[in-house]
Nanobody, 121 residues
Framework: QVQLVESGGDLVQAGGSLRLSCVAS????????MEWYRQTPGKQRELVAS???????NYVNSVKGRFTISVDSAKNTVYLQMNNLKVEDTALYSC?????????????WGSGRGTQVTVSS
């Protein structure tokens, strides 16, 4: 029905930048809400940033001022711009979204498989 596919992960040096993309495809009318999570082995999944259809954003304290979440509604794509990356940002980043699938208000909820970000010192 709906698929979320992340891309943009890479190996980067500390202080560098990456832009992650999460593309929603299939029965997508609007993106109601999208969240970026990250997870490293042995640690709990962490909510990094979120954005709502109204444009409201939230960030975990550790990325405030460095990461920016944004949405391109025409492309059904949510971005996570990550600047001044730190070694501790190394993780598998995935997006989780609430997607409106038709005009009756039906929604879909799900996650992508993730994209790996590795920051070297």
């Amino acid at each position: 029905q709906v698929q979320l596919v992340e891309s943009g992960g890479d190996l980067v040096q500390a202080g560098g930048s990456l832009r992650l993309s999460c593309v929603a495809s299939g029965r997508v009318l609007t993106i109601n809400e999208m969240e970026w999570y990250r997870q490293t082995p042995g640690k709990q999944r962490e909510l990094v940033a979120s954005i709502t259809t109204g444009g409201g954003t939230n960030y975990v304290n550790s990325v405030k001022g460095r990461f920016t979440i944004s949405v391109d509604s025409a492309k059904n794509t949510v971005y996570l711009q990550m600047n001044n990356l730190k070694v501790e940002d190394t993780a598998l980043y995935s997006c989780t979204g609430v997607i409106k699938t038709d005009s009756s208000g039906e929604t879909w909820w799900g996650s992508g498989r993730g994209t790996q970000v590795t920051v070297s010192s």
